[in-house]
């Protein structure tokens, strides 16, 4: 017990001092997010965030696999497939806060990542059958990445999702005593809180590009290694409803820029909580607005794991509850435009 508070303080506490050292740093290699029409700062910031929560997360993983013999019970291939997937994702996105790459390589980029995942052994097992369970793990990976991309654009959203995310999957894992899932939620949710200090509002530094390229990974890499057993489906809806809200504001904005005849890749201001906003709620309330909703669907995840029927109600309830609430911003938008 007293190993996984050691590595909560661990994470947390690298994480909040190699942020100060990222922002120090930023201007001089040019990773500054600098103001525009589809961004809601008005002054340029930092945003070599996500080098802070790699080197804090790699220094953890690292820590927790040499000193912490119970993670002999997952095998150190798929540890080291798990950090070589994670390296390359976020040296791609630091290389695209610094100069800019294209999105068919972050794509490619992605699917190699998610390719080494599952050749080590970490694979989305519910289909039994291989190039299935392949393609799966492909659309998690890179899922998992456009959801935290998308979300990450109010200051201290991703993060705080984040957060509340590794602690709904720490319950989860610690319920089937999952050694390795236990510890990569808490080294998460380490690093993230450690982040969200200097991110939330008003930001002093942005996770940029690596930073939601890893942590859209590395919660990818929690949903797969939790759907380990074959056509279970309580345990294929319970990661995705802890990580419902990212993938929801995903399916919203997708469905926006498909009725304007948008493409997916272009930016703008349809994002769920963009449209919160709109409707004249401030800035810190609508973050809020967005944590309850997390909130809500990771007490559905876990209910399902106690009782199934109170689970299925309260997954009904929630999804009911972010949709009546989407109708109502509709319905303000609406007028608005009257």
């Not at 890749?265 to 963009?274: A, E």
């Not at 909130?295 to 559905?300: A, E, L, P, Q, Y």
């Not at 109708?327 to 007028?335: D, G, H, T, W």
């Amino acid at each position: 017990m007293i190993n996984y508070f050691i590595f909560f303080f661990l994470s947390l506490c690298l994480t909040y001092f190699f942020t100060i050292l990222a922002k120090n740093l930023a201007p001089y290699i040019g990773a500054i997010d600098k103001p525009n029409n589809i961004k809601i700062h008005n002054k340029p910031i930092a945003r070599l965030g996500g080098l802070a929560i790699y080197l804090s997360f790699l220094i953890s993983m690292i820590l927790v696999h040499y000193f912490d013999e119970r993670l002999i019970i997952f095998s150190q291939k798929k540890t080291v497939g798990f950090v070589i997937g994670g390296t390359i994702v976020f040296i791609a996105g630091l290389i695209d806060d610094i100069f800019t790459i294209k999105a068919i390589y972050k794509l490619i980029i992605q699917s190699i990542s998610a390719t080494i995942l599952y050749y080590t052994g970490i694979r989305m097992n519910f289909f039994p059958n291989l190039l299935i369970s392949y393609f799966f793990t492909l659309v998690y990976v890179v899922g998992s990445y456009s959801a935290m991309d998308m979300i990450d654009g109010m200051d201290g959203l991703a993060s705080g999702l984040t957060s509340i995310c590794s602690i709904f999957f720490l319950i989860v894992f610690w319920q089937n005593q999952h050694i390795f899932g236990i510890f990569l939620s808490i080294i998460l949710l380490g690093s993230s809180l450690g982040f969200f200090v200097h991110n939330f509002h008003p930001a002093k530094i942005f996770m940029g590009d690596g930073g939601s390229m890893l942590l859209g990974f590395i919660l990818a890499t929690l949903m797969i290694i939790y759907t380990d057993k074959h056509y279970d489906i309580v345990g294929l809806v319970i990661p995705i409803l802890i990580f419902a809200v990212p993938i929801i504001d995903n399916l919203i904005t997708f469905l926006f820029r498909y009725k304007q005849g948008k493409s997916f890749l272009v930016g703008d201001l349809n994002h769920f909580y963009n449209r919160i906003m709109s409707c004249g709620v401030s800035y810190r309330k609508t973050v809020f607005v967005m944590y309850i909703f997390s909130i809500i669907f990771g007490i559905s995840a876990i209910l399902l794991t106690v009782n199934m029927i109170a689970g299925i109600a309260s997954t009904f309830l929630s999804g009911l509850t972010f949709f009546y609430f989407n109708r109502k911003i509709q319905l303000a938008e609406k007028k608005q435009q009257i």
